[in-house]
């Protein structure tokens, strides 16, 4: 049986993980995370206890919001050159190139819970803030059919397809990457908190059964 706990757990993750690479916190968002860390859903241990340290790094060190937002620009090329590239097809295209046919299939996971990325057509879909986003939006429906007696197996198969197909056959790597290019603890621990989330989940699918 899936703990119900660690799916509330990785759900909540996955979300808040997905935003954070999509875009640095402003002084309030980071206010509110740093205000959370001991409140953080999955354990404190392996790559997410490495993360929290991070994030602790962060706010005893008083990194603003500005340098944290100078960094993801820098790390994600949100106005140059990535150092780290967030994009799916960039890492698994033979050209390395985005719009690759990792970016298309990534679109085509997306419509099975009738979802789109936010700038279709003019930016890749397969941002690893957005691939983290699909996770979440995922576990969310498992959770929403468990709470009304639905059969969750759906939503499960999908995130595992998802999980498997694509995230986990590049974004260990690129995190680990962002670990070791970062320049603020901030995105450092981002990065670790992924890396653990990746692992709770691998974890927890490979356990299911059904709700």
Known sequence: MVDVD????????????????????????LAAIRGMLDEWPLPAE????????ALQESADHFESAEAIRVDHDRLYGVSA???VAPFESVHRSDDGLVF????LEVRQAYTQLGLQAPNLNREPD???????DFIGQALLGAMDARDHGLDADPEFDVAAAFLNEH?????PAMLTAVTQAADTAFMRGVAELSLG???????LLSNRSSL
């Open 197 to 203: 989330a990746l692992d709770g989940l691998t974890t």
């Open 167 to 171: 995230l986990l056959t590049w974004a």
């Open 126 to 132: 397969d941002h690893i803030g957005l691939e983290f």
């Open 46 to 53: 392996g790559h997410t206890g490495v993360g929290l340290g």
């Open 100 to 103: 690759d046919v990792q970016t």
């Open 81 to 83: 050159r990535a150092a």
């Open 6 to 29: 660690q799916l509330e757990a990785l759900t909540t993750s996955f979300l808040t993980l997905g935003r954070l690479h999509l875009k640095a916190p402003d002084e309030a968002t």
